[in-house]
Each structure stands twice: as structure tokens, then as C-alpha cells.
């Protein structure tokens, strides 16, 4: 009998020894759930991050797709315009040709000749200033339609700038949102894996729950035989500091707030009419003539880089004249600009100050 009871007592500390090893053996072999699960929790974290990640992405690339079909817009318009201004320059040249051809197939009097046959001093003037002003007419025309032709191609120029800039920062998005979207399948994969890990885990700590119960079961049966206990192991000039001080006594929000009237009114080319129509310098021209501004001769949008003192963006303020390539606007406070935008807008005071690249910044009050 006494040998009976050690030999029972031997065999449940035997088998104690086994569940032991056992459970020593599975838990080295295996993380625990909530090892699995925190790390689930990070990557979900991850993927939420990349999912923004794309959304962001793919909002910038809706805003680039409509920029791209806004630029085309602005450069079939051009092309237009381009068109327009060559066939009025080549027809303003060939009038002047024809003025000049017959002028030299004409028999032209002698000033002597024009003074005779004159009835008095103010005609013989007349006949005079007449001459000359049908010339000086005709150079300032042609001089006018090749100045408006050299600024719709620097825009045209521009625009093709802008909408290849355009492409390629499209281009770089997609790249960027084919890595992402390369990235979030490769962490949904890892999540999938960690589900599968999570599976197991927990069908193992149900298995090591049972080897817990039964080696504590064993436990006690031994303790019972030996009479002793088992005890259980225990993360562009933008900062220039160019600011001038104004040199008139003109606010720049009575030029914003007169500009403003106009908004809506036409755009031509060429034109000087604020209310009828006008082209970019004709409308920054006008409205600072509003308010004794003037330069004399018919202004382009390249002439009114040289005007006034250059501004940093970070200190231009209302009244400010903003150069672009091919064109030119009235800073409005707020991060806008008005402008005699295009002939499919008219004059706007909506699109931001760095709607295109910015030459320079002028103060001219």
C-alpha cells in the first residue's frame, strides 16, 4: 500500500512535469491575444492613416483634373484671340501699305506747292497736321496690334507652362497614390495574417487554460497522496522683406472697391473700356487713371512689371498690381485678385493670387 502511493504520487508529478513542458513550450511557441490584438489596433491605425492619405490624394487629383480642363479652356481661348489679334494686325498692315503705295503713286505737292494752292494759312495747316496724323494713325495701330499679339503669345506661352506643370504634378499624385494604394493592400494582407495569428492564439490559450486545469487537477491528487502541497509558478519671394511705403495719399481699398464696379463687365482684347470692354491692362490702366495714375502710352501686361516699387507676397496688400506671365491683376485683399480675366469670364474678382506664377509685385500708390 505504501509503495502504491508513491507510485501514484510519481506518476501525477510526472504528468505535472509533461503539462508544464507543454504549456512552456506553446506560450514560447505563440504571442499572446493581447500582444496580437494591440498590434492589430497599430495597424488599423496605419491603414486609417493611409486610407486619409488617398482620399487626400485623390481630392488633389480631382482638383489638378479640373484645373488641367480650366487651363485648356483659357488656351483655346487664347489660340482664338490669337488668330484675331494676327489677322487685325496683317489687315492694319496692309492698309497701311495700301495708304503707302498710294501715296507714292500720287504725285505728292511740294509744301511750296501746298502752300499756293492753299486759300489760307489754317487750311495749308490742316492739310499738313492731316498728313502726318494718318501716318503717326497707322504706326500707332500696328505698333498697338504687335504689342497685343507679343502678350496673348506670352500667355499662350504660359498657359501651356502651367497646364505641363499641371500634368506632371498629376502624374507625381498618381505615382504617390499607386504606392499608397500598394501599401494599404500590403497592410490589409498583414491584417488578414494577423486575424488568422489571432485565431490561433486564442484557440491555443483555450488549450493552455485546459493544461492549467488539468495540471492543477494533477497537482492536487499529488498533494493528497504525499500529504504536501504543490505551489504553482507565478510619433516665390514669399519671406522677402519688400514693403515700401506709399507715395500718395490713395487707399488701396477705394482702387479695390472701384474696381469692383466693373465686375462682370467684358473682356476684349485690346480694349481700354471698362465698361464696354477691356483686355488685363486696359482694365489695371483704367482703373488706376480713375485715380490720377497714368503712364502716358498704352500699357501691357509686361510694361507694368517696371512700374511703381516691387512688394514680397508676404506684405502686398489692396491696390497692389500683380505681374503674371502674359498678365496682370489688382490685388483685392483676402488672397484675391480682380481682374479682366478672359472673354469666357469678363472682368471676375474670385480666383486666388497665385492662380498663376507670379513675375512680380508692384506698389504704385
Known sequence: MKYSKIIRASLCLAIIGC?????????????????????????????????????????????INNAIKDTEAEIADTEAA???????????????????????????????EMLIESGSISQFLNRVDYANSVQKYDREK????????????????????????????????????????????????????LDAELKEAKEIAAREAALRAAREAAARAAAGGTGGAVKSAGSYNVN???????????????????????????????????????????????????????????????????????VSYNYMQPGDIICYPGHVAIYAGGGLIVEAQSTATGITNYRPANCHSIITIRRVL
Open 19 to 63: 503539462l508544464v513542458a507543454s504549456d512552456s513550450t506553446v506560450s514560447n511557441a505563440v504571442r499572446s491575444v493581447s500582444e496580437i490584438e494591440a498590434e492589430q489596433d497599430a495597424l488599423q491605425d496605419e491603414i486609417d492613416a493611409l486610407d486619409a492619405d488617398l482620399y487626400s490624394l485623390v481630392s488633389q487629383i480631382t482638383e
Open 240 to 310: 522677402g522683406d519688400l514693403n515700401p511705403g506709399y507715395r500718395t495719399g490713395i487707399s488701396g481699398s477705394s482702387v479695390v472697391s472701384y474696381a469692383n464696379q466693373f465686375v462682370g463687365n467684358p473682356y476684349v482684347w485690346g480694349g481700354t473700356s471698362l465698361t464696354n470692354g477691356c483686355d488685363c491692362s486696359g482694365f489695371v490702366q483704367g482703373v488706376l487713371a480713375n485715380f490720377g495714375i497714368t503712364y502716358g502710352s498704352r500699357m501691357t501686361s509686361g510694361s507694368f512689371r517696371g512700374v511703381g516699387q516691387e
Open 82 to 112: 490669337l488668330a484675331d489679334a494676327t489677322a487685325a494686325r496683317e489687315a492694319q498692315y496692309a492698309a497701311m501699305k495700301l495708304r503707302i503705295k498710294y501715296m507714292y503713286e500720287t504725285p505728292t505737292p511740294s509744301v511750296f
Open 142 to 193: 500696328l505698333d498697338q496690334f504687335i504689342a497685343t499679339q507679343a502678350e496673348i503669345e506670352e500667355l499662350a506661352a504660359a498657359l501651356e507652362d502651367e497646364k505641363a506643370s499641371l500634368e506632371s504634378a498629376k502624374k507625381e499624385l498618381k505615382t504617390q497614390e499607386a504606392a499608397l494604394e500598394t501599401m494599404v493592400t500590403a497592410k490589409r494582407g498583414e491584417m488578414d495574417d
